[in-house]
T-cell receptor, first 119, second 109 residues
């Protein structure tokens, strides 16, 4: 089945530094990848949608200069949190859409998430 | 008004109980519905999806959609402690999903 690998699973960084999170589709090509943020006991909040080879589309209220998204290939998208602050501490999850939707999952698979703690 | 509503719980049941998880939605344009299970500190994993009104069964899980009342349900039979997780209902919309806030379920041994 479709597998999306997300790394790192957990990262602690100092305030002011940048952190890169990777999302890879292991056995399929992902034309579109989504980045979500999830606060404790809250649902997933879409941050941005990235299409391979083009600029990401950010949701309202998400700073594109702070959350840099790169989708350079059909199997890799990265989210870089720049100049991280404690309020950026959260659970970040990526989701990838298959090039050809499969019946089982309608073409969307989630990564396992990254717990970011900014100290 | 949120497009997908869900009681956040927590819902605690004894092992073996039948669990009923519910969502309501407001957008008539939603055609498909999914149930995702999310364990603590993990990404969501797809449990079931449904397209039309009616029931769909998969092992101990049954998904039910009532489009006339805009109501989605997930039933878990013979619940197990391993079912303890947050359950999110979702509806694809365009390229994305609209998620409910999730219901936290605890199945007590």
């Amino acid at each position: 089945g479709a597998v999306v690998s997300q790394h790192p699973s957990r990262v602690i960084c100092k305030s002011g530094t940048s952190v890169k999170i990777e999302c890879r589709s292991l056995d399929f090509q992902a034309t579109t990848m989504f980045w979500y943020r999830q606060f404790p006991k809250k649902s997933l909040m879409l941050m941005a949608t990235s299409n391979e080879g083009s600029k990401a589309t950010y949701e309202q209220g998400v700073e594109k200069d702070k959350f840099l998204i790169n989708h350079a290939s059909l199997t890799l998208s990265t989210l870089t949190v720049t100049s991280a602050h404690p309020e950026d501490s959260s659970f970040y999850i990526c989701s990838a859409r298959r090039r050809r939707p499969a019946d089982r999952d309608y073409g969307y698979t989630f990564g396992s998430g990254t717990r970011l703690t900014v100290v | 008004q949120k497009e997908v509503e869900q009681d956040p719980g927590p819902l605690s049941v004894p092992e073996g109980a039948i669990v009923s998880l519910n969502c309501t939605y407001s957008n008539s344009a939603f055609q498909y519905f999914m149930w995702y299970r999310q364990y603590s500190r993990k990404g969501p994993e797809l449990l079931m999806y449904t397209y039309s009104s009616g029931n769909k069964e998969d092992g101990r899980f049954t998904a039910q959609v009532d489009k006339s009342s805009k109501y989605i349900s997930l039933f878990i039979r013979d619940s197990q402690p391993s079912d303890s997780a947050t359950y999110l209902c979702a509806a694809p919309y365009g390229q994305n999903f609209v998620f409910g806030p999730g219901t936290r379920l605890s199945v007590l041994p």
